[in-house]
C-alpha cells in the first residue's frame, strides 16, 4: 500500500502563489508516476500536472500550463505543485495520487491512478 498526505492548500488572493506538497510513505515503486488532481463543488474530478518516477516528463493541463509547476524529491518521497499567477478558478480541493505503471500524455483519468490523498483544499478569492 501507499499511503499519500497532501499539505499546503489554503486561502490565497488572486495573481498569488501556493505549494502543495505531497508525502508518499508505505510501497515504492520504480517505474511509477506521481500527479494532482483536483475537483470544484458540482465538478468532476479533473486532472492538473503528473510526473514520472524519474522526474524526466511532466504533463500539464492546458489551463495551468505556465502557471504550475509539479516536481518531485525521491530521497524524501515527497511531489509538489507550485501554484503562481493563481486564478478564482483554481479554487478546488486538490488531491495527490500515484499509480504504478509508466506515464504518457493520456494518462489523465482518476481511474489511471491507483492511490489517493484525502485532498487539501485551495480557495483562490478574486
Known amino acids: 500500500q501507499v499511503q499519500l498526505v497532501e499539505s499546503g492548500g489554503g486561502l490565497v488572493q488572486a495573481g498569488g502563489s501556493l505549494r502543495l506538497s505531497c508525502a508518499a510513505s508505505?510501497?515504492?515503486?520504480?517505474?511509477?508516476?506521481m500527479g494532482w488532481f483536483r475537483q470544484a463543488p458540482g465538478k468532476e474530478r479533473e486532472f492538473v500536472a503528473a510526473?514520472?518516477?524519474?522526474?524526466?516528463?511532466?504533463y500539464y493541463t492546458a489551463s495551468v500550463k505556465g502557471r504550475f509547476t509539479i516536481s518531485r524529491d525521491n530521497a524524501k518521497n515527497m511531489v509538489y505543485l507550485q501554484m503562481n499567477s493563481l486564478k478564482p478558478e483554481d479554487t478546488a480541493v486538490y488531491y495527490c495520487?500515484?499509480?504504478?505503471w509508466g506515464l504518457g500524455p493520456n494518462t489523465v483519468r482518476p481511474d489511471d491512478y491507483g492511490y489517493w490523498g484525502q485532498g487539501t483544499q485551495v480557495t483562490v478569492s478574486s
Open positions: 508505505g510501497r515504492t515503486f520504480s517505474s511509477g508516476a
Open positions: 510526473i514520472t518516477w524519474s522526474g524526466e516528463r511532466m
Open positions: 495520487a500515484a499509480r504504478v
